[in-house]
């Protein structure tokens, strides 16, 4: 019983790190495929200069990285509610998780629709050219609009659960609220606005990291006091 029991504890203790790994894993493939996607996409689709061509083999890599990065972000959700434990709040609880749902599932849909775009590019017309301008305008709204948005509540609920629990330093929560603020006001649709999330993600996972065997240390000790 005793030996189950230490088996559990050392798992729960390589959480933190676990969730550290998540998130960079998905901040470099969620960023790589923003990037491609936006380079590899014409500004103006009824150009007639050739895209498609070139810009195929940046869509596919795009569209490979996606399910990794959408993976990864559930796993950085997981590991993040199980850092918060019993501390976790069910209000801020339920719209922490809900609103990462909701952007992971938009992202999700822009690049099936990345995937359609690029589908219909290699047919010629007209009528081609103006379903890829569509495509590609619900893909800026989708992305730049709608789950960004869902992003900025994401990172104002956790925000708050850090700040009520004092899980995380102050100036990490400030500047949560800062990021979070600016990607619920501004609408813009600017590659880096859309990177500002995956990086926010980044230095959060790198703080768990850095921070991790101070926080194993703890809980390990925490038996011992009582």
Do not use: C
Request: aromatic content about 12%.
């Amino acid at each position: 019983m005793a030996e189950m029991q230490r088996e559990k504890q050392i798992r729960r203790l390589r959480t933190p790190r676990s969730a550290a790994v998540a998130g960079i894993v998905f901040a470099a493939f969620f960023s790589a495929s923003l990037v491609l996607l936006h380079t590899a996409l014409p500004a103006d689709p009824f150009d007639e200069t050739p895209w498609v061509g070139s810009g195929e083999t940046r869509i596919k890599t795009a569209l490979v990285l996606a399910p990794f990065a959408g993976i990864a972000f559930l796993w950085f959700i997981g590991v993040i509610r199980d850092r918060l434990g019993d501390l976790e709040d069910r209000f801020f609880a339920t719209v922490f998780l809900g609103s990462g749902l909701l952007f992971l599932a938009m992202g999700f849909v822009s690049m099936g629709v990345a995937g359609g775009v690029l589908a219909i590019a290699r047919h010629s017309g007209s009528s081609a050219d103006e379903i890829v301008y569509f495509g590609r305008e619900i893909m800026l709204q989708i992305n730049h609009v709608y789950a960004l948005r869902m992003a900025a509540v994401f990172m104002i609920s956790l925000g708050t659960i850090w700040l009520r629990t004092g899980l995380m330093p102050r100036f990490l929560v400030v500047t949560t609220y800062l990021l979070a603020l600016a990607l619920l006001l501004v609408v813009s649709f600017s590659l880096w606005t859309t990177l500002a999330f995956p990086a926010w993600v980044l230095l959060v996972s790198i703080y768990i990291l850095v921070t991790g065997r101070r926080l194993r240390a703890a809980r390990s000790e925490a038996p011992q006091e009582r």
